[in-house]
């Protein structure tokens, strides 16, 4: 069992960078050995504030000797370095979406079982504890016969490369849609059968020049319905970079659920902005230990490549059907 852990980041681009480092840090025994990012300012600025190193190449921080890697680049840019990554560290945890292409998440889940190296995808919505409270009366049958899902994803609109097409590969559908459908494949192992989506360009933020608005409905292979609402509708000011909320009907009644509902609500001028401090339990903080805890128990990741990849392809098969116009089967 390894009981020290040596963490390398690679890219701080994604904004959930800096909690997952954070989290990492609060940890007993584990040690972040360094930073790499394509953006150098970006990089040398995070490995100051982490106390820790830059390296100006993927390849110089892999040959410190890493447990693992937790990747947080741009989405197109996660196929190459897990790639880079595969073979030299035992695990990734790689940002979702897995990737903006299919091809390019089987690819990654490809390399990673060559070379015998643990993949893992960053969903850490499954570490909410409402939504853990939720998955667990769901398993107790609290509600019975289950019929649909009613769910939203919205947030603020983030801007910098999430509205770049060729980096992101879409903007608020793809940005969105994956954590929720991930939890509902997580809550009863059922696949999506069918999509059919509207998707809105630059609706909510003129000129955007990207999807800014979408509303899925699809069905699961246990026949339960389902719509999500995916858009980023919240102004900057709103407190929280989500707003998952799941409202699940089953045959004995409702259960909704707030993924975020865990805080107090601060009014601060300094901030210039309410903010939400949690007083629960931290979802990136969950999905980081439970990383960690893989590395040392030599064990396979809770949330798995191919988790990622089955999520992707329900944000992809909902921009075909907002294409179309039709329904996707997926």
């Known amino acids: 069992m390894t009981t020290n852990v040596k963490l390398g980041f690679f890219s701080f681009a994604h904004m959930h960078a800096v909690s997952y480092a954070r989290s990492a840090q609060n940890m007993p025994g584990v040690e972040i050995a360094g930073i790499y990012d394509a953006n150098p300012a970006k990089g040398e600025e995070w490995a100051e504030k982490l106390q820790t190193r830059f390296f100006a190449s993927a390849d110089e921080l892999l040959a410190e000797n890493l447990d693992g890697a937790i990747i947080c680049a741009e989405n197109v840019h996660h196929r190459p370095l897990v790639e880079a990554c595969a073979g030299r560290v035992g695990a990734i945890l790689c940002e979702k979406p897995i990737a903006t292409t299919i091809a390019d998440a089987q690819a990654m889940i490809d390399i990673c079982a060559k070379t015998n190296t643990k993949l893992q995808i960053a969903f850490p919505v499954r570490y909410s504890p409402p939504i853990r409270h939720l998955k667990d009366q769901l398993d107790a049958g609290s509600l019975g016969e289950i019929y649909s899902a009613k769910c939203t994803n919205h947030g603020s609109m983030p801007g910098g490369w999430f509205i770049d097409q060729k980096l992101a590969g879409g903007g608020a559908v793809i940005d969105h849609t994956v954590h929720v459908i991930d939890v509902l494949r997580w809550f009863w192992g059922a696949e999506v059968t069918e ?10 933020h003129p000129d955007l020049g990207i999807d800014d608005a ?28 989500g707003d998952v909320k799941i409202e699940v ?3 004995n009644g409702l259960i909704r659920t707030d993924a975020f509902a865990q805080h ?31 590395i040392r128990e030599d064990r396979e990741p809770s949330i798995t490549g191919y988790d990622g990849l089955k999520a992707l392809e329900v944000a992809l098969a909902a921009y075909e059907s907002a294409r179309t116009g039709k329904p996707v089967q997926i």
């Not at 858009?231 to 407190?239: F, L, T, V």
């Open 195 to 204: 999509v059919y989506a509207e998707i809105g360009d630059s609706l909510l």
């Open 264 to 294: 107090i609500a601060v009014s601060s001028d300094a901030a210039g902005k309410t903010q939400w401090p949690g007083w629960g339990s931290n979802a990136d903080a969950g999905l980081v230990a439970d990383f960690v805890g893989m």
């Open 214 to 241: 979408g509303l899925l409905s699809f069905q699961l292979s246990n026949g339960v319905y389902g719509t999500l609402d995916t858009s980023w509708s919240r102004p900057k000011s709103y407190p929280t970079w």
């Open 249 to 251: 009907l089953g045959a």
